[in-house]
């Protein structure tokens, strides 16, 4: 996961998307539990490089090598030197305690629902007592609504590069409304090369999210809709969640 094409296209097929920059909540979210801070996943460092250098305390737990890379790769460039521990968030071990942890960018989704709920509740013993916990979700209305046919490739993602060449990701899924999970198929083209990967997605509605919040020690507060601070829109497409340790 998050290897080769798929790593390295992460950040311009992000940035490709309109509205749909998640830093302003993030920072803003920061801002009110200043004070150590976590991100987990946090990739290439797209979110936490920029926070970093505008001064907030943030490190990161990342899984992916090739992710690593980019983000150091990044940082020499920046002269940061940030805190990012390699392991997936399952074995992240600490004696740090945070005032904020965040989980943005749907990463989340990519665990088992067994795994999200020992991931929260670890998190939640590492969370300062009134520390924040941020989640940014999102909900595959397009597939469950059939809008996508079923396991048939089609172009998701497509942008130019400074280099000229044309990145594209085609998608393909099948989908489990019962137990409302995704499992999606990439395929990632820039010229001649190819990089396939795959992804089992769970998604979450809201009464499912605030009880799995409260079973973890978390007291849900608050939420945004689709990237924008203040909407509550009852049809969104992303959620983004806002928790403190009780
Ligand atoms: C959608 S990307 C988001 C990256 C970054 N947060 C951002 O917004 O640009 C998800 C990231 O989570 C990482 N990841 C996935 N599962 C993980 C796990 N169990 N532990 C740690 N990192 C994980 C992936 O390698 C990937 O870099």
Not at 56 to 64: C, H, K, N, R
Not at 110 to 121: E, G, M, N, P
Not at 155 to 161: A, F, G, I, P, Q
Request: charged share 25%; with cysteine; glycine share 4%.
């Amino acid at each position: 996961m998050y290897k080769s094409l798929e790593a390295t296209l992460h950040d311009t097929f992000w940035r490709s998307e309109i509205d749909a920059d998640e830093s302003p909540l993030l920072e803003n979210f920061l801002t009110q539990h200043p004070g150590p801070s976590l991100e987990v996943g946090c990739g290439s460092g797209r979110l936490l490089l920029p926070l970093l250098e505008k001064g907030y305390q943030i490190e990161g737990v990342e899984l992916s090598s090739d992710m690593l890379g980019l983000l150091l790769k990044d940082a020499s460039a920046k002269n940061l030197e940030p805190t990012v521990h390699h392991c997936p968030i399952e074995e992240f071990q600490t004696d740090k305690r945070f005032s904020s942890i965040s989980i943005p960018a749907f990463t989340l989704q990519l665990l088992s629902r067994t795994s999200a709920q020992q991931v929260l509740k670890r998190l939640r013993e590492i969370a300062l007592t009134n520390g924040g916990l941020y989640i940014t979700l999102f909900i595959p209305w397009a597939e469950i609504l059939d809008e996508l046919e079923i396991d048939t490739w089609h172009l998701d993602k497509e942008t130019k590069l400074s280099s000229g060449q044309q990145a594209r990701c085609f998608t393909r899924h099948q989908i489990d409304r019962l137990y409302q999970e995704l499992y999606r198929e990439h395929r990632y083209e820039v010229a001649e090369q190819k990089h396939l990967s795959t992804q089992t997605l769970q998604w979450y509605f809201m009464p499912e999210l605030i009880s799995t919040l409260e079973s973890c020690g978390w007291k849900f507060q608050d939420f945004d809709s689709d990237f924008q601070i203040g909407n509550h829109d009852p049809d969104a497409s992303v959620l983004t969640v806002y928790a403190t340790a009780s």
